[in-house]
């Protein structure tokens, strides 16, 4: 089993950069593959970004394309999540996610039942 802990989250103004982290414990991070995802008061936890084990494959939602980058370091057990040119509809908590295997293991990436464990998230919040 996996433990993952998000960090990094906070208040930032329209425009701005947030770093958020993943770090990961009990297992060897390389042999899963990491996904994003937040989840807006009233709103459905949405997909934002996924990223093999390797990380030499990344998916992105449209809605942050060219504006989040997700990338992770195997050797610290760490993934990332960068964002940047921040919106306040980008406001929600954002989760971590986990799941063993490659990405055939994953199957449908962009959907929070394919992933096995998560973090307790950390608060985002965009101001106008």
């Known amino acids: 089993q996996v433990q993952l802990v998000e960090s990094g989250g906070g208040l930032v103004q329209t425009g701005g950069s947030l770093r958020l982290s993943c770090a990961a414990s009990g297992r060897i991070l390389s042999s899963y593959t990491m996904g994003w995802f937040r989840q807006a008061p009233g709103k459905e936890r949405e997909f934002v970004a996924a990223?093999?084990?390797?990380?030499?494959?990344?998916f992105y939602a449209d809605s942050v394309k060219g504006r989040f980058t997700m990338s992770r370091d195997n050797a610290k057990n760490t993934v990332y999540l960068q964002m940047n040119s921040l919106k306040p509809e980008d406001t929600a908590v954002y989760f971590c996610?986990?799941?063993?295997?490659?990405?055939?293991?994953?199957?449908?990436?962009?959907?929070?039942?394919?992933?096995?464990?998560w973090g307790q998230g950390t608060q985002v919040t965009v101001s106008s």
């Open positions: 990223i093999s084990r390797n990380g030499s494959i990344r």
């Open positions: 996610s986990a799941k063993f295997g490659g990405l055939s293991a994953v199957g449908n990436y962009y959907e929070h039942t394919s992933y096995d464990y």
